[in-house]
């Protein structure tokens, strides 16, 4: 039976956008297996995905923080000597940087990837067997599309499709109505949105007789998201969530509004209804896509107010 090793090792958005990759590979190659390598931390997202074999968790960020450790070299041996015990037929480095070639390069199969001049890191490309060439200005997802269809020689015309699915997360805490997410924390100081526009959308929200749930990440996140919901009518700020409770929490959503972050384009890929506020990014690059109840609002340096916010989810819940 032919294998593909699929290659996204981070961040969280970006794992998101490998997705319809896996979609895509089900549909035009029946039969094959798809494995995917993925940073332990975003681990669940692939396992969402039922066409998605086995998902091979690599630590490169943990072993950055100790790299001469024995217990890191101990790990980073174990895992190599794992992954070159399964051949592939094609080794699919869709994230096009040094570092994701060099774990690819580890696996036995033919190296694919992008060619120097659309890499994100071209010196990447010196790695791959066979390297194509993809428009940048293409938005993420497609690019990844593009790629696999490029290696894997098929025509790319099929629907968009996250392929995921995720049962509504049930916990005590949440509110007995219904609610929406909102996701108020990035990793960008320039992709913040204010705190007073945070709350006129809590306010919009609850006249149309939803809650808000304010999940975060850090310490520092869950820090904002408890002081939003002080000073808002049914908010609540949710305790600490893995990846695949908050995936539980967005599907159990009316709607989610973010920021641009891992976390929006995950609740599109869900399906749930998405609004997404770009400040500080281009949403032609990397705004939440899906055919049909996704809207992107702002740009680099252009936020959208509240009042436009709350209109688009308004025709999103009507």
């Known amino acids: 039976m032919s294998s593909i090793l699929l290659v996204k090792t981070s961040s969280l958005g970006d794992v998101v956008h490998n997705l319809p990759v896996a ?17 332990e931390s975003f681990a669940d997202i692939p396992r969402l995905h039922p066409a998605v074999r086995d998902v091979i968790p690599v630590a ?22 794992a992954l070159r015990d399964r051949p592939y037929d094609v080794v699919l480095d869709t994230q096009g940087l040094i570092k994701s070639a060099v774990l690819a390069r580890v696996a036995r199969g033919r190296h694919c990837g992008f060619a ?87 306010a919009g929200l609850h006249a149309r007789g939803m809650a ?17 919901t002080e000073n808002a009518r049914r908010a609540v700020a949710a305790p600490p969530l893995a990846i695949g409770q908050l995936a539980g929490l967005m599907a159990g959503a009316r709607i989610v509004v973010g920021l641009d972050t891992g976390l ?43 009042e436009e916010v709350l209109q688009a989810a308004g025709s999103l819940l009507d």
Not at 290 to 295: D, H, L, P, V
């Open 116 to 202: 120097a001049e659309a890499a994100r890191e071209p010196l990447a490309a010196r790695f791959y067997d066979a390297g194509f060439v993809v428009p940048r200005n293409l938005h993420a997802v497609e690019r990844n599309r593009w790629l696999a269809a490029a290696a894997l020689d098929y025509a790319q015309d099929t629907p968009l499709d996250y392929g995921i699915r995720s049962d509504p997360l049930a916990a005590d805490w949440l509110p007995p109505e219904p609610y929406a997410v909102l996701l108020t924390a990035t990793s960008r100081a320039d992709k913040l949105w204010p705190d007073t526009h945070w709350l006129a959308v809590c």
């Open 23 to 39: 979609s895509d590979i089900r549909r035009k190659m029946p039969g094959w297996e798809i494995d995917w390598v993925v940073e």
């Open 212 to 228: 808000a749930v304010l999940p975060g990440g850090s310490a520092g996140e869950r820090a904002r998201a408890r002081r939003l």
């Open 264 to 306: 929006t384009h995950l609740a599109a890929a869900l399906g749930v209804p998405v609004v997404c506020i770009f400040t500080g990014s281009n949403p032609l690059l990397t705004g939440v896509l899906r055919e049909s109840g996704a809207i992107n609002l702002g740009g680099p340096s252009a936020p959208p107010g509240p």
């Open 60 to 81: 490169v960020r943990r072993w950055r923080r100790s790299p001469m450790s024995s217990a890191t070299w101990r790990e980073l041996g174990s895992w190599r000597h």
